[in-house]
Structure formats: structure tokens, C-alpha cells
């Protein structure tokens, strides 16, 4: 059962770095890992996209789900069949910042023993949500890795705290973070189906954005840390002169073990779609194979004589025979 | 090919913006250390007390001032109850004003100092009023500084 499989594995990312700071290992969990685990992820998704990048494209296999550049008169859709690059930019926008592919989705429902189908946004506004919430959790982390603070991140904190619930403020983005990574969870054990195809390597991204998340909000609201602590942590990283400074908690040593798992994770499995998206030669290639060649990398040089190559080799042979040339 | 040359630009500028991006905080800090602040305890009022005691242990007051705050404050304006005592015996008016920046009456090299440095821009001020310090005072303090550590 791949749930316990990944439950198993959460607990050990949970238990693991409990028990190596009960065990006084906070160099290992506070510079060693984290450093070692950025390392894997910068240069694994390098890695990842230079293989995908050397990878020949035999054809073009644009998805292509509106009108395609025709006739004059007939209407194209740039952004959903593009016929060329700012067409493809436009699509490839589209996709990434508002997941248009996702807000498509339909479903299937047995009607009186036969199918029938219907929308549903489910799935394209809690995946949204998540992925914001998390780029918005993100960049409000750069407090604790730049000096002075970047305007952005006091800005987005701002009005990501602007209904001001409690002392230290609650941000929104925490909630929606939480509340979208549940239902992408619950989703994927609740629907049968779902279910079905679900492999460890699904639900286990899924936890460890819980993990990070809940232990983020038990260190803001629940279980203080010292700010000033972590941020002298942050600052010898980043400057390359590693301090462990007192005050560190057991909570924050595992938000950032199971940060680091991520980082680990992400080049290795299906998080890479950050990257591949970019890749997809379903996203980014034209639709344009009728009017310009596509020429596939594959195929070995070949030797072609064409016909005007033809003609002038044979033409006083074929004008004997009483054939047609195009050239006298 | 024309189609392979523009395929590798395109990768090389996708792979130099993701590089640029997970190196953010590198070379926004090119090297400059982010240094701890220095906050100011020497206020007249600290200097004047018995033994340098904070209303609660300097550890908890580190992590969770903010919180001893909004509980004061629920006390004062839902509860009524003004008077604060620590374990040891010491008795606080229940107050932000009166209380802490009595003691820590150097707003901007105390808990400025220390909220720029994390990044945190607290509303209180909006409505509770700061105590103006005396200018002599400043220059007296910056004498004698105590370090966060
Ligand atoms: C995948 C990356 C990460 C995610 C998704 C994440 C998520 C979160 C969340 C949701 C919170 C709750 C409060 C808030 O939103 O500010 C939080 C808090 C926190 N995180 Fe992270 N985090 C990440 C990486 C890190 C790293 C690398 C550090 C180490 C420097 C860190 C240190 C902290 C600290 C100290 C808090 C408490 C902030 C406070 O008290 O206001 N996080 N995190």
C-alpha cells in the first residue's frame, strides 16, 4: 500500500531529525544537510533539463485544442493552437501562471449505467492555490536570507497578514497552503480511482508540504523560535562562514529536514515539472508543420537527387522518348 | 539548423534564469555578512533598577514578547485585569506604553533595531503612542551597548 509506505516515510523524516537534535547532531541538521540537500537540488534539476534539452523531438506534437492558422477569413486561436513563437509564449504563460490545461478538466459520472461527463474546477483552483500560496511563502522566507530585508517580502507580508487575526499575525497564504495540500492529499485517498493510480512517490511531496507547513506554523504561533537565531544560521550559509547559533528548536530542526528531503525529492521524481513544463514539446512547439519542415534529428544524413537533378541528367533521353521536361 | 541554435538559447536563458533565482540570496549578500544588531538596554530607566530583569525571563521574552503582549492586552480590554505579577514577585501595569517602552524607552534602537532585522513592521503604533526620548538620553546610552547574545 503505498500510503503506509509514505506515511512510513514521513515518520522518519519527523523522528529522524527529533531524535538527531535530542542527540546534540546540530551541525549535521543545521549546516550539513541543508547545504549538501541545496547542492543536490541545483545541480540535479541543472542535470534533468540537459538531458531532457539533448533529447531529439522526431515530430511536432503540439497539443492543439482550438483553430489553427488557415485561411484569412477563418478565425485562429493564437493561444490555444499557436502558429508561432509569441503564440507559443502566450500559451506557455497561460499554462504556467494560470494552469488553463488544469481548468479543463472534466469528469465522468455513471448516469443510469451510462457515462456521462461534466466540468469541474476542483482540482485547477486547489492546485492553483497550492502552487501560489507556496510561491508567496517563498518569497516572504527572503527576510530571512537577505539584510536589509528585500522590499518585496515586506510587501507581500503585508498583505498577506493584512487582516491582522492574532499577535504575530496570521498570513493567508499559510491557510490556503494548508487547506490545498490536504485536498490534493484527500483527493488522491478519498476517490477510488485516484486512488488506483496513486503511487508513493505522489503522496509523499504531499506530506512533506504538510510537515513543512505545520511545523512552520507551530514555530510562528505555537512553539516561538528565535527569528534573530535562524537568520544567523541563514547568514552563514549564504556567506559561507557556517555558525550554529544558540536557540534553535527541535520544531525548526525538522521544518528544516523535511525542507531539505524536498529539495532531495524534487530533481528526483515528478516534481520536476517545474522545469519540464518548459520542455514539454506538447507546450512549446508551434503548430506549424504545414507550412515550415520539421526536420527530425534522427534521421541520417541521406543523399536525395531531386527532380531538376533528374531532368538535367536525362533530359536529351527523355526528349527522345517524346517526355514532357520542365526546362527546354 | 536554425530551429537547434534557437533551441539552445532558449535553454540557456530558461537554465540562467532558474540558476539566478536559486542563487538569490547569494549575490544579493555578494559575501557581506547580515550581522546580528546591537540592541540598546542602557535606558535610563533599566539602569536604574535593582537587578536587570526583564517581566519575564530574557530567553522567553526573545521568542515570545509578542505573545506576552497580546495576552495583556486580552486581560486589560476583555478581563479588566491591570496588574501583571511575575513568579518572583514583581508587579507590572498590564501595559505597552507605560510598561515596556518605560523600561525600553529607545524604540528605534531596541525594538527596531531587531523587527528590521527579521523583517516584521508590528500595527501596534497605529494607535499607541511611543514616549518621546529625551535627546540628552540618546547620547548618553549609545555608551554602554548590550549585544542580542
Ligand atoms: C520549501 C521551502 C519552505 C517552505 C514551503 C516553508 C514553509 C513555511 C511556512 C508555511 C511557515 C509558516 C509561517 C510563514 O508562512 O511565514 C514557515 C515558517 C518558518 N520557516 Fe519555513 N519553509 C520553507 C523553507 C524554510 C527554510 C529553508 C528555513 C530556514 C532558514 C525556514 C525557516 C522558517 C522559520 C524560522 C519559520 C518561522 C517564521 C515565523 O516565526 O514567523 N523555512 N515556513
Known amino acids: 500500500m503505498p500510503i503506509f509506505a509514505s506515511l512510513l516515510f514521513i515518520v522518519i523524516a519527523i523522528l529522524f531529525p ?19 540537500a541545496w547542492a543536490v537540488f541545483v545541480f540535479g534539476f541543472v542535470w534533468r533539463v540537459v538531458v531532457w534539452a539533448r533529447s531529439p523531438v522526431p515530430f511536432r506534437i503540439p497539443v492543439t485544442s482550438g483553430q489553427q492558422r488557415s485561411l484569412s ?19 506557455m504563460f497561460l499554462e504556467v501562471a494560470l494552469f488553463r490545461s488544469l481548468f479543463r478538466n472534466t469528469r465522468t459520472d455513471l448516469y443510469k449505467g451510462r457515462p456521462v461527463y461534466g466540468r469541474t474546477k476542483n482540482l485547477w483552483l486547489f492546485g492553483w492555490l497550492f502552487h501560489a500560496s507556496f510561491l508567496v511563502i517563498l518569497v516572504r522566507h527572503l527576510r530571512l536570507f537577505s539584510e536589509p530585508v528585500v522590499p518585496m517580502a515586506d510587501t507581500l507580508a503585508a498583505v498577506d497578514g493584512m487582516f491582522e487575526i492574532g499577535v504575530p499575525t496570521l498570513y493567508l497564504s499559510d491557510l490556503c497552503l494548508l487547506a490545498a495540500a490536504a485536498f490534493l492529499l484527500l483527493r488522491r ?39 534573530v537565531a535562524v537568520k544567523e544560521l541563514a547568514s552563514g550559509w549564504i556567506c559561507f562562514v557556517p ?25 528526483l521524481g515528478k516534481l520536476m515539472h517545474m522545469g519540464g513544463v518548459f520542455l514539454s514539446p506538447t507546450r512549446n512547439l508551434a503548430n506549424d508543420s504545414r507550412r515550415r519542415r520539421h526536420v527530425n534529428p534522427w534521421n541520417a544524413p541521406v543523399k536525395v537527387h531531386t527532380y531538376e537533378e533528374y531532368e538535367e541528367e536525362f533530359r536529351n533521353q527523355m526528349k527522345a522518348v517524346g517526355l514532357p521536361v520542365d526546362k527546354e | 539548423m536554425k530551429g537547434r541554435r534557437g533551441g539552445l538559447i532558449a535553454i540557456g536563458i530558461g537554465l540562467a534564469v532558474f540558476l539566478a533565482l536559486a542563487t538569490y540570496p547569494f549575490w544579493h549578500a555578494a559575501g557581506k555578512a547580515m550581522p546580528v544588531p546591537e540592541l540598546d538596554l542602557e535606558t535610563p530607566a533599566i539602569r ?4 536587570r530583569l526583564c517581566v519575564a525571563p530574557t530567553a522567553e521574552m526573545k521568542t515570545r514578547h509578542m505573545q506576552i503582549l497580546d495576552e495583556w492586552r486580552t486581560e486589560v480590554v476583555r478581563n479588566g485585569r491591570r496588574t501583571f505579577e511575575t513568579p518572583d514577585g514583581r508587579r507590572f501595569d498590564r501595559s505597552l506604553t507605560r510598561t515596556c517602552m518605560q523600561c525600553h524607552s529607545n524604540k528605534e534602537r531596541f525594538c527596531d533595531r531587531c523587527h528590521d532585522y527579521a523583517g516584521v513592521k508590528p500595527k501596534c503604533w497605529d494607535c499607541h503612542i511611543v514616549p518621546e526620548t529625551p535627546s540628552g538620553e540618546a547620547s548618553a546610552a549609545v555608551a554602554g551597548k548590550g549585544t542580542l547574545k
Open chain 1, 73 to 91: 477569413w477563418i478565425k485562429a486561436d493564437a493561444a490555444e493552437n499557436p502558429s508561432g513563437r509569441w503564440g507559443v509564449a502566450l500559451r
Open chain 1, 189 to 227: 485517498i478519498v476517490i477510488p480511482r485516484v486512488r488506483y493510480i496513486s503511487l508513493a512517490q505522489d503522496y509523499i511531496p504531499l506530506l512533506l508540504v504538510l510537515c513543512i507547513a505545520g511545523s512552520g506554523l507551530l514555530m510562528r504561533h505555537f512553539d516561538k523560535i528565535d527569528l
Open chain 1, 18 to 36: 527529533l531524535f538527531a537534535a535530542s542527540a546534540g547532531w546540530h551541525g549535521l541538521l543545521g549546516i550539513v544537510i541543508p547545504c549538501a
Open chain 1, 243 to 267: 555558525t550554529l547559533p544558540e536557540g534553535l528548536t527541535a520544531v525548526f530542526f525538522v521544518h528544516l529536514f523535511c525542507v531539505s528531503a524536498l529539495l532531495v525529492w524534487f530533481p
Open chain 2, 48 to 51: 536604574a533598577l535593582p537587578a
